[in-house]
C-alpha cells in the first residue's frame, strides 16, 4: 500500500486525498440526515404503529378530518414508508391496495379462519392449522375474538387501515389534500354504515389487530390495554357520522 502510494504522481496523490475527503464528507453528511430523520420519525414497534393507526382513525371518526392529515409521528414526504412496508411505488398501487380494503379483503381472511373453526368443533389449533395450511397462533387469537364480534366481523381494522394509508399517502404527496380528504370522509362513511357504537366499533378494530399483528400474549395485553383507553375517551362523543361538508 505504501509502495503504491510512494509510486503515485503528485497530481495522482492531489486527486485521492480528495476523493477521500469527498467520501469522508459524504459519509458525515448521511450520518447527520440519518439522526434528523429518526427524530423526526422514529422506528416505532407494532404496537406503537397500532396505537398511532388508531389515533388516526379515531380522529376521522371524531370529524376531524384535517388534523388526521397531520398527526405525527410516522409519516413524512421522504419517509418512504409506503414503498417499504406496503410495496406502493406509484399511485395506481396505491388504489389497488386500497379497493380491497375498502371491499373487506383482511376481513375476509378472518372470516375464513372462523370458517375453519367452525368446521372442526373440538378439535385443536394445531390440528386444524396441519389440516388447513393456516397459522395455529392466528387461530387462537381468531377463537378468542370471533365470539364477541358482530356480522361486521373485523371491517373497522380494514377501514382504519385505509384512512392511516391515506394519510401516509399525503404525505409522501401521491394524493393531494382534497383527494385525501374525501378519502378520509370515505373511510368514516364505511365505518359508521356497518357499526352502530363505539364498542362495537373498537372491538372490531382490537380483534383486527391482533390478528394481524400479535405475535404474543404480551403484545394481546398491551391493545387490550389501548382498547380499553379509547373506549374510555371516545363515549364522550355520540358515534355518528357528521360530514364536514
Request: with cysteine; hydrophobic share 40%; net charge positive.
Amino acid at each position: 500500500m505504501i509502495e503504491t502510494w510512494n509510486g503515485m504522481s503528485d497530481e495522482m496523490k492531489f486527486y485521492a486525498i480528495g476523493l477521500i475527503a469527498l467520501c469522508a464528507i459524504g459519509i458525515f453528511w448521511g450520518i447527520l440526515k440519518y439522526k434528523k430523520l429518526m427524530k423526526t420519525n422514529p422506528a416505532l414497534t407494532k404496537y406503537e404503529r397500532w396505537c398511532v393507526r388508531l389515533s388516526v382513525f379515531l380522529s376521522v371518526l371524531n370529524n376531524n378530518l384535517i388534523n388526521s392529515l397531520a398527526v405525527r409521528p410516522y409519516t413524512g414526504k421522504n419517509s418512504g414508508q409506503l414503498k417499504t412496508y406496503w410495496g406502493i411505488a406509484n399511485r395506481e398501487d396505491y388504489e389497488k391496495l386500497m379497493s380491497q380494503y375498502k371491499a373487506g379483503e383482511r376481513c375476509k381472511k378472518y372470516d375464513t379462519y372462523v370458517g375453519y373453526l367452525k368446521q372442526h368443533p373440538g378439535v385443536s389449533d394445531e390440528s386444524i392449522a396441519k389440516t388447513e395450511d393456516c397459522d395455529a397462533k392466528k387461530l387462537a387469537y381468531v377463537r378468542e375474538t370471533y365470539p364477541k364480534l358482530t356480522a361486521s366481523s373485523i371491517l373497522a381494522f380494514d377501514y382504519g387501515t385505509y384512512a392511516f394509508l391515506t394519510r401516509v399517502a399525503y404525505n409522501e404527496t401521491i394524493l393531494t389534500k382534497d383527494e385525501a380528504i374525501a378519502n378520509l370522509r370515505e373511510a368514516g362513511a364505511l365505518a359508521k354504515s356497518k357499526f352502530s357504537s363505539w364498542d362495537e366499533f373498537i372491538y372490531s378494530y382490537y380483534a383486527g389487530a391482533v390478528f394481524a399483528w400479535a405475535d404474543s400474549p404480551k403484545s394481546v395485553k398491551n391493545y387490550q390495554k389501548v382498547m380499553k383507553l379509547s373506549l374510555a375517551h371516545c363515549k364522550s362523543v355520540p358515534f355518528e357520522w357528521k360530514d364536514e361538508q
